[in-house]
C-alpha cells in the first residue's frame, strides 16, 4: 500500500526532508508552529482505523526532526493546528457516546508542556471541525456540521481564552478546508479571507437584533408578499435589499430600496411569475452605511 509521507521543504537550501514515518502508517494534515520549528500533524493506522497527534520538533543540534506521539484514543484525533508555539487545537472523536449521529467531533484545546486538555467546543448533535487561527488574534474560526440540518456547515469564531462564540452568517453554504473558506452561489465559488476585530464583534452582537421578515408567508393568491425590517434601531438603517434564489442557488429576484419594506410580487427577474414552491431569500440592510448581509430565510409560493 502506498502510504501518505509529510516532507519539509527548504526553500533557501533547496532541498527536503522526509519526516520519520513507518510504512505502516499515513501522515497527513501538518501545521507549523509559529516559530516554524515544530510540526503537528495527524498520523493513521490504516489496520485499526485509528488517528492519533504527533508533533514533530527540529532539533539544532542533530539537524534532524524529532517525532513524539501526542495523543492515544481508540476513536480519532486528527487536524492538528498550533496557536502558539506550545498550545494546539485538534478535532477529536469522543471515546463513548450514544452512536455517532448524537455526538461526533469535538475541538479541544492541549498544552504541550503540562498535557492538559480541555474542551473548546463540545456540542451535541454536531461535528466541529477544520480550525483556524486568525493571525493576530486569541480567535480562530472553525466549521459546525449539525447532525439534525442535514450535514450543512456553519461557520463560527471562538476566543481561545474566553470561550466566546460568534455565529458568522453568510448568505450561502459554507464548505471550510483548513484556510480556506468557499461560498457556493449558483455556478462559481469565491474565496473569502476571514478576519475578526473587536470592533466587529460588537457590531456582530448589534446586528444580531436586526430580522427582515416577509408577511405574508407563504405567498398565495394574491401573488404578494412585504419584506420588513424589524429593529429598535431602524434610524440608523438606510437601506434594503433582497435577493431571492430556488434551491439550486440560482438567483430569480433581486430588488434594493432606501426604505424600510419592500414589496414582491412574486415575480423573477423577466417579470413572470415563479412555480409554486419553496424559496430562499437573503436580506441586506445597510446600517450606518455599511451593508450587512442577515441569515437566509425560506419563504414559499403556494398558489
Known amino acids: 500500500m502506498l502510504n501518505n509521507a509529510i516532507y519539509v521543504y527548504d526553500l533557501r537550501e533547496k532541498h527536503y526532508t522526509r519526516l520519520p514515518g513507518d510504512p505502516r502508517y499515513e501522515d497527513y494534515a501538518p501545521f507549523f508552529s509559529p516559530s ?9 493506522e490504516n489496520q485499526n482505523h485509528t488517528d ?3 508533533v514533530a520538533t527540529w532539533n539544532e543540534v542533530t539537524r534532524s526532526w524529532v517525532v513524539q506521539q501526542i495523543t492515544k484514543n481508540n476513536k480519532a484525533d486528527w487536524y492538528p493546528i498550533f496557536l502558539t508555539e506550545n498550545l ?28 492538559s486538555i480541555r474542551p473548546l467546543v463540545d456540542w451535541w448533535f454536531s461535528s466541529e471541525a477544520d480550525p483556524y487561527p486568525l493571525k493576530g488574534t486569541d480567535w480562530l474560526v472553525f466549521i459546525s456540521a ?22 458568522i452568517d453568510f448568505p450561502r453554504e459554507v ?16 474565496n473569502v479571507t476571514a478576519s475578526l476585530t473587536a470592533t466587529d464583534k460588537e457590531l456582530q452582537y448589534e446586528y444580531e437584533a436586526i430580522k427582515v421578515i416577509s408577511r405574508p408567508n407563504p405567498i ?51 417579470n413572470s411569475l415563479l412555480a409554486n414552491g419553496v424559496y430562499i431569500y437573503v436580506a441586506h440592510v445597510k446600517v450606518n452605511g455599511k451593508w450587512i448581509t442577515l441569515t437566509p430565510q425560506k419563504i414559499v409560493i403556494l398558489r
Open 36 to 44: 516554524g520549528k515544530k510540526i503537528a500533524f495527524t498520523r493513521r
Open 52 to 54: 492519533e497527534i504527533f
Open 88 to 115: 494546539i487545537v485538534y478535532s477529536k472523536k469522543p471515546e463513548w457516546f450514544w452512536g455517532d449521529w448524537l455526538k461526533d467531533d469535538d475541538l479541544v484545546i492541549m498544552d504541550l508542556t503540562t498535557g
Open 146 to 167: 449539525s447532525r439534525l440540518g442535514a450535514g450543512k456547515y456553519k461557520l463560527y469564531a471562538i476566543n481561545y481564552y474566553k470561550n466566546e462564540i460568534i455565529k
Open 175 to 190: 464548505d471550510c478546508r483548513g484556510p480556506a473558506i468557499f461560498i457556493r452561489k449558483n455556478e462559481f465559488s469565491r
Open 220 to 270: 398565495r393568491s394574491e401573488n404578494t408578499t412585504t419584506f420588513s425590517v424589524v429593529s429598535d434601531q431602524n434610524a440608523s438603517i438606510t437601506g434594503l435589499k433582497i435577493d431571492v434564489f430556488d434551491l439550486t442557488g440560482k438567483l430569480v429576484f433581486s430588488e434594493e430600496t432606501s426604505e424600510l419594506k419592500l414589496v414582491w410580487h412574486g415575480k423573477d427577474l423577466t
